[in-house]
């Protein structure tokens, strides 16, 4: 039998012109038609579930091939053909129209697809994104919800704290269980990250909060504005369920101690995307939250978060620099932003480290001193290229900076209930992801640092199995 023709390109996915995009936070990406969808998904070549090195890359573990061979069987039926695949999709992950937009698919699920090896990998996740999108917008999701709500049979109770990506993949991994939970989140909206991290034109807040929704319709309770540790304790919550799951992430911002840190215009990109996100202080006076940005911006870090506040600067109106201490090939960002940021005009600075901000006389900042870098041919842990200082300064004219250099735990709900934590603030949890509290597992970034959307999702996948396991056998032995 003749083997079918491997198509070695991805079918494009459109994307609106840079100077449209530039003057607004609408999303830059357009995504999918079905027929394009279909089209990509033929070049699948279908490896064996069991095989398939892309359900393996994939940290939640979805059914790729079940999914793009659903999408395709039912090519003239484009209904069916996308509830089928929502329904392989969900069984792993219930925010596909998140982690299709965010994960970084590059070194997930695409770097292993055996299609990668002749050509381009299958644009897996531009695929899910096409699958989530279309049944939101069709109303598929609601249909297909109805098969997941389970009977809340006095299972049993779980608290969980915080509701970024961990946190509500724990969630409606117990609720589909028929446990019953209440989500407790510090910021009066859900999300973490996805809501006051990540900006409009990579994931709409519209989309967010219709992935939100499933919460509800699940049967979970959330109650915001609850800051545990504080407005309650872990101890407290114990009291009343039967275990807790800890998904605080990593929201305190590192700074830099050094000269001029404290002048104005000086920014943590946390402060800065919570006032554009959350507070949408871009479309100040409409929303009340003001957000002041000069003309001539540097953005220090090559993160995603530098990325984001990069891009966002540039949409207020600014000049944007990224000043990074390392070199082009290692920047963390994904390489679509990164490629976005570069097509909108960012300019990129390698091998330069801040050691002075320059204020001017009414103590806003007007300059940045760096030191340059080189790089040794020796790598660090991480695989990245060692540097050094070279002892010679430049020194870059800035009225607003943005420091996105990383970000750690947040200590409160540590420090208020005595957990175990790591050297770097990480909460410390066994195989099963339980803390040194018994009956209380965490997930996400409080026990990684600062990682990825689909590793949070992973872990609030595997503590909600081991909650169940948990409790049931405190039951049995009751
Ligand atoms: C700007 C930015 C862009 C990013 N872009 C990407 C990307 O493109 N792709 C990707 O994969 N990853 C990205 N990341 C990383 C990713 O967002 C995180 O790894 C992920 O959100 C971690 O999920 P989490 O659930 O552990 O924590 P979070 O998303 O941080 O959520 C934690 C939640 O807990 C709440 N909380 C904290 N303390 C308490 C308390 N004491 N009581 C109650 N609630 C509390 C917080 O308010 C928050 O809502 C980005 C991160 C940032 C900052
Ligand atoms: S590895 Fe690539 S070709 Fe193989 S099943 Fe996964 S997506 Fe398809």
Avoid at 85 to 100: E, H, K, Q, S, Y
Avoid at 239 to 264: C, M, R, V
Avoid at 305 to 317: E, F, V
Avoid at 421 to 444: H, K, R, W, Y
Wanted: net charge negative.
């Amino acid at each position: 039998m003749a083997r079918p023709k491997l198509i070695k390109e991805r079918v494009p996915t459109p994307e609106r012109p840079v100077e449209e995009r530039i003057k607004s936070f609408v999303e830059v990406n357009l995504g999918y038609d079905f027929a394009s969808a279909v089209k990509e998904a033929e070049r699948c070549i279908q490896c064996p579930p069991e095989y398939a090195p892309c359900i393996k890359g994939c940290p939640v573990h979805i059914n790729i091939p079940g999914f793009l061979k659903a999408l395709r069987e039912n090519a003239d039926n484009p209904d069916e053909a996308v509830k089928n695949a929502l329904r392989v999709i969900w069984n792993d992950n219930t925010l596909p129209a998140v982690t299709g937009r965010v994960c970084p698919q590059e070194e997930q699920c695409e770097a292993p697809c055996v299609m990668g090896k002749v050509g381009d990998p299958i644009n897996i996740g531009k695929l899910e994104r096409f699958v989530a999108d279309y049944a939101r917008e069709k109303g598929i999701d609601e249909e297909l919800l109805g098969e997941f709500i389970a009977e809340t049979d006095g299972k049993g109770k779980v608290a969980v704290v915080g509701a970024g990506p961990a946190g509500l993949t724990c969630a409606l991994e117990l609720a589909k269980m028929g446990y019953k939970v209440t989500i407790f989140e510090a910021l009066h909206e859900a999300g973490g990250v996805l809501m006051y991290g990540i900006p409009e034109f990579r994931l709409p807040k519209d989309i967010l909060k219709t992935e939100l929704d499933k919460l509800e319709k699940l049967g979970v309770e959330v109650k915001t504005n609850y800051i545990v540790g504080k407005t309650v304790t872990v101890e407290e919550l114990l009291q009343e369920y039967d275990a807790a799951f800890i998904s605080t992430g990593a929201g305190t911002p590192k700074l830099l101690n050094i000269p001029g840190i404290l002048l104005d215009r000086i920014y943590s990109a946390n402060e800065f995307l919570t006032r554009v996100n959350l507070m949408k202080a871009y479309k100040f006076p409409e929303y009340d939250t003001p957000i002041a940005v000069g003309k001539k911006v540097i953005v220090i870090g090559a993160g995603n978060t530098a990325m984001d506040a990069a891009r966002s600067a540039l949409r207020l109106g600014a000049e944007v620099t990224i000043a990074y201490r390392r070199g082009r090939e290692d920047m963390t960002a994904r390489i679509e932003e990164i490629a976005h940021a570069e097509e909108e005009g960012v300019k990129f600075e390698f091998f330069l480290t801040p050691v002075e901000f320059i204020g001017d006389e009414n103590g806003k900042v007007k300059a940045v001193k760096f030191m340059k870098m080189r790089p040794l041919e020796e790598r660090d842990s991480r695989g990245k290229r060692k540097i050094e200082p070279t002892g010679e300064y430049v020194t870059l004219e800035a009225d607003t900076v943005i420091i996105a250099i990383g970000l750690e735990p947040n200590k409160i709900l540590v420090e208020a209930s005595g957990f175990e934590t790591n050297p770097d603030g990480t909460l410390v949890v066994d195989e099963n992801l339980m803390t040194s509290i018994p009956g209380v597992f965490a997930g996400g970034d409080a026990i990684r640092g600062e990682a990825t959307v689909i590793l949070a999702m992973g872990d609030g996948k595997k503590a909600a199995k081991a909650i169940d396991e948990y409790i049931r056998s405190r039951r049995a032995n009751a």
